[in-house]
Every structure is written in C-alpha cells, then in structure tokens.
C-alpha cells in the first residue's frame, strides 16, 4: 500500500487505478438504511498483497476477488482485502463488496461530509474525504472512473445521480433508479440526491434538468433563467461543455452553500430566491463542470486550480452579461484582501485552508493578473487549450504554469513565484 497524498495521508491507495464503479443500493428514509453491493473494476499499479478501500462504519457481509472469496480486515474507516494470490502490476481485477448500516458523514474540520439525511431526503457532499460514507472507494481525487448506480428506495421519492438516466422500474410500494456515468468521476464527485422532487427540463442546447420540489419549481426556474446563456458565453470562453447534460437539483432544506458533482450541482432553497439574488452562485457550480471536475487536481494542494477558476468565471460572466467588468471585480477584491492580515501560500496553502474565501479570490486574481501579463487573446486561447488536453483527466498547478509558459517569450518565474509561492499579496 502506497499512502495518498500529505494533506489526507489516511486517504486512498495509489497502488491501484479503479476504472469503474458498479454500484446497487437499497435505501430505506426513515430508519436511514444502507445496503449496497459494490463492484470495483480495478488496475493494479504495483505489486498488491492487499487492497486497500476506504469505507465508513458499515457491516460488511462478503468480499470477493475475481469471483472469489477474499479475507478482509475492516477498521479505522479502511477495508483491507487480502485475495489468495498477489496480483501483479498491470493486472486487472474485481473486487465485489456486500455492505450495510446507517451512512453518516464523515468527520472533518468542515462539517460532515458525504451521505447527509436533510428533512426529508438525502443529500451528498463528498468533497474533500467524504465518499467513503456510502460506497467503498479509492478516495483520492486523481483516480477516476465510470459508474453505474442503482438506488432502490420509496416510490414517492425522486432519485438523482450522476450521468444519465438509463432506466426506471417500480415494484410494490419501491422504485429502482438506475444511472450510467460514461465519464471518468472522481470519488467525491460522485453523487446520490433523494428528494420529493419534480423533475422538469430547462432550455438549451446541452439537455439541462431541474429536480425541485414542486413548490420551489417556479422560483427555480425563474432564477436558472440565464443558465443556458451561461452555458453559451462558458463554451465559448473554456471549450465545449464536457458533458452529455447538467442536472441542478433544488433542495426543500437551506444549505450553507450550493455543491458541485460531475454533471450536478445542489442548491438550497435559500439560493433559489425567485429575484436571481445568487446568480454568481449558478455561474459558479456550472464553472465547475469545466474545473474540477472535468479537469480534476491531482493533489489537494492545488485547490485553486478549481475554485479560483470558477471564481474567475463569475467574473468573466459579469464581464459577458452586462455587470461589472472582471477588471472592477479584480480591483475591487485585491483590495479587500490587501486589508486582511496574514498571508498563505495559494499552491499549497494547507489541509485546513482548503475551503479558505482568499483561495477563491486570490486564485481568481491570479488568473486575472495572468489575463494581463499574457494579453487578453492569448489568454483566452490558452484557457481553452487548457481544458482541452486535459479534458476528463487530471491537472497539476505546474501544467498549468507550463502551459502558460508557451503564451509569452518573457520568462513568468517571477510572476508565479510571487502569485502561487509566495505569502504576500502581491500587487495587481
């Protein structure tokens, strides 16, 4: 076993790559009951002796390997599988888990993460370390892979997953809904939303669905209004839109803040106030859909390279629709966290920092003051390279720079040396 990357050490096994996810799911709302059958389609990377999965606190029944019985040891949230014989580098094999118990999120220094009961239903919000909550998994976000998800649960509820809906069959008083996701997904993009929801469509070109309930529906669309045009002005900007469609889902309850998965995004109700009051919000999670999650970091460390983007395409999208100018958001925003003590290192500003406001900001920053030292045509040229050749793959902070590097004849050391490594603000 290979230990995942420093800032979640405890996290995820680099001795295997997980090409697909079979997932089978029984979920019962009111006990919050999970029985799951998972099949890991798998490459071994080196020499295994042992599988390593992350998975939460559940009962597990049976493990097979390549149809076999395996031993296994569960604890401390890590499933240690030990088949009859080593698998060698590049071997492909299956493992196949029968698991069950009350999900509940995983611990962390921002809340619980992952499988999360709301009033009536269920939401997942896995990112960083929370996948591990419903389905044993390699939880570390450069090893993605395709799903299949079944999820039998009561017939009044709406179910919605990644990718597509491939199939509804109803049974008695149950319902079983079963999605295919074709593109590789990280663990923690992967979602399960279940819901008194109404499932409708929303104009464009790239098929867009809405799942709300039924009161907030009006209000919802209302506030998704200019999605589709966010969809067009994005497209032009980072490439095409990487995937087949784009679910928003609408919860009953209040949430903190909206949540981004492969092809997803979740909003609360307080986001969806019929006056379009958290229009950057929209702008935002579809921005994601380009980065993090089509372009997926490889490290934790450069959480930046998902959220200063997506911070930046508000602005480009304010720029585009009318608003303020990106140049009148930088401006404004530099100074506001000129005014702020202390500093951090943005390419790697520490486990606990992940989700810190000055990462989105100052990555946003970061992006605009390269918009100006390359020129607003390369640029923008390079963004769209950017999502091209690493489309559906994963990216480092360094490819970026690199990348960069081809736009200019100017050496950019200094420039990502002040704006990445560096504690200082730099000035804009």
């Not at 050490?9 to 996810?21: A, C, F, I, M, S």
């Not at 390997?65 to 590049?90: I, M, Q, S, Y």
């Not at 663990?187 to 929303?202: F, H, K």
Request: charged content about 20%; glycine content about 10%; proline content about 7%.
């Amino acid at each position: 076993m290979t230990v995942g990357t420093r800032y979640f050490p405890e996290r995820g096994d680099q001795g295997y790559q997980v090409r697909h996810y079979d997932l089978a799911l029984d979920y019962r709302p009111v006990p919050n009951r999970l029985a799951g059958t998972a099949r890991l389609t798998a490459v071994a990377t080196e020499p295994l002796r042992q599988v390593v999965l992350d998975l939460g606190p559940f009962r597990v029944g049976n493990v097979l390997v390549d149809g076999a019985r395996a031993r296994f040891a569960h604890r401390g949230e890590k499933l240690r599988v030990t088949p009859a014989a080593w698998l060698p580098e590049g071997r492909t094999f299956t493992v196949e888990v029968g698991y069950a118990g009350n999900p509940r999120p995983v611990p962390s220094p921002w809340g619980g993460l992952g499988w999360e009961q709301l009033d009536d239903g269920v939401i997942v919000a896995s990112q960083p370390i929370g996948a591990s909550s419903w389905f044993p998994c390699n939880d570390r976000p450069s090893d993605k892979a395709s799903y299949d998800i079944a999820v039998t649960t009561a017939s009044p509820y709406t179910v919605v997953c990644n990718g597509s809906l491939v199939s509804t069959r109803r049974s008695g008083s149950r319902t079983t809904w079963f999605y295919r996701q074709a593109e590789p997904t990280a663990a923690y993009l992967a979602s399960v939303q279940i819901g008194r929801y109404e499932l409708a469509s929303l104009p464009g070109e790239v098929p867009q669905r809405l799942a709300a309930p039924a009161a907030l529906t009006a209000r919802a669309r209302h506030d998704l209004g200019r999605q589709d045009q966010m969809m067009r002005v994005f497209g032009d900007l980072f490439g095409p839109y990487p995937y087949p469609s784009y679910t928003v889902v609408v919860t009953e309850d209040e949430l903190e803040i909206p949540v981004e998965a492969q092809g997803m995004s979740v909003f609360g109700a307080n986001h969806m106030d019929g006056r379009r009051g958290s229009e950057r919000l929209v702008a935002h999670e579809l921005a994601h859909q380009w980065f993090g999650n089509s372009l997926t970091l490889a490290h934790w460390r450069d959480i930046w390279l998902h959220e200063g983007f997506a911070t930046y395409a508000e602005w480009l999208w304010s720029e585009a629709s009318g608003g303020e100018s990106a140049e009148a958001h930088a401006r404004r925003w530099h100074g506001r966290l000129a005014a702020r003590p202390g500093g951090f290192v943005l390419a790697d500003p520490g486990a606990k920092r992940l989700f810190d406001d000055r990462v989105y900001k100052r990555g946003a920053l970061t992006l605009h003051a390269l918009r100006r030292a390359l020129g607003g045509p390369a640029f923008m040229s390079m963004l769209r390279v950017w999502t091209d050749a690493y489309s559906h793959g994963v990216v480092t902070t360094g490819m970026l720079t690199d990348l960069a590097a081809r736009y200019t004849p100017e050496s950019l050391d200094e420039f990502f040396s002040a704006w990445l490594y560096s504690e200082a603000l730099p000035p804009l």
